[in-house]
DNA sequence: CTTCTCACA
DNA sequence: TGTGAGGA
C-alpha cells in the first residue's frame, strides 16, 4: 500500500498540465510557491515539476481561496498542521519509549519466572502489559 | 511551442 | 492577478 504513495509523489507534471487539472493561471501557481505553499520540484532545465500531490494541494488551497480565505489564511492552516505533524512525532517517539519499556519489564518478569514461579503474580504483570 | 523571470501604461 | 518582454 505504499507504492501508490510514491507513485502520486513523483514529479512528473509541467505547469501546464497542472493549469488545466487545477484550472488555475500559471500566475496563481507560481505565486503561491513564492508563498510557500506547494513547492514543486525542478527539472534540469529549471522548469517546475508537480506531482499528483502537489495538485491535490493546489486544489486544496484553490477550495480554501473560494470560501472566502485570503493568502495570509492558508498560511496560517498551514502553520498549524505543522505543528500537529510535529506533535505527533512527539508522540511516536513517547510510544516508542513505551514499548522498550513493556519489553524491559517482559524481559524482567521472564527472568524472574525462571528463578521463582508465583504463577499469581506473573499472571497479574502479563495482563498490564 | 512551452516555460521562466521580471516588471508595470 | 493579468500581461508582455526577452531569453532558454
Redesign the pocket.
Known sequence: MKEKELRRSLSVL????VMKLTDL????I??YEQQGLVIPERNEG???MYSLNNVDQLLEIKDY?SEGINMAGIRHIYEQQKEREHAKQEQMQKSLTDTDVRRILREEIKAVGGLADRADKLSVHKKKL
Open positions: 509541467p505547469i501546464g498540465t493561471s500559471a500566475r496563481q507560481r505565486y529549471n522548469r517546475r481561496l
